[in-house]
């Protein structure tokens, strides 16, 4: 698979990804292209709930539906911390309460982060 293939693949995952969390209620949905800074995912996207029960409701309903689109998760982490993490390969979603996430700042860690040669595509 060419590396603009698999580019158009995970961008397609972000997509349905934000789609469903946005359905989901889910705060402040942001997507981190993290390509050329790591080796483990192309994008992160990060989101947030109100409440436990609601970042466990955004996370469920993430998998449920990426599930009947033949898109299962390779790893689901954390549901009953506050913070999910569904891994879908190329892409991994971040589900959090917003304590968490101003608390570990994901975004501005992964987006200040020079890219790495030995990640270029």
């Known amino acids: 698979m060419s590396e603009a293939t698999k580019s158009q693949g995970s961008e397609a995952i972000v997509t ?16 981190v292209d993290v390509r050329g800074k790591t080796s483990i995912a192309d994008y992160f996207i990060v989101c947030s709930g109100n ?12 998998e449920d539906k990426m599930r009947q689109a033949k898109r299962r998760p390779l790893r689901v982490e954390g549901a009953e911390t506050g913070w999910v993490l569904l891994d879908f390969g190329d892409v991994i979603c971040h589900v ?13 860690l992964w987006e ?3 890219k790495r040669p030995e990640y270029e595509a």
Do not use: N, W
């Open 16 to 31: 349905a990804i934000c789609d469903i969390a946005d359905e989901a209620k889910a705060e402040r949905i942001e997507t």
């Open 51 to 62: 409440s436990d029960t609601h970042v466990r409701a955004i996370a469920g309903r993430i």
């Open 96 to 108: 959090m309460l917003e304590s968490q996430r101003q608390f570990y700042d994901l975004e501005s």
């Open 112 to 114: 200040s982060m020079p």
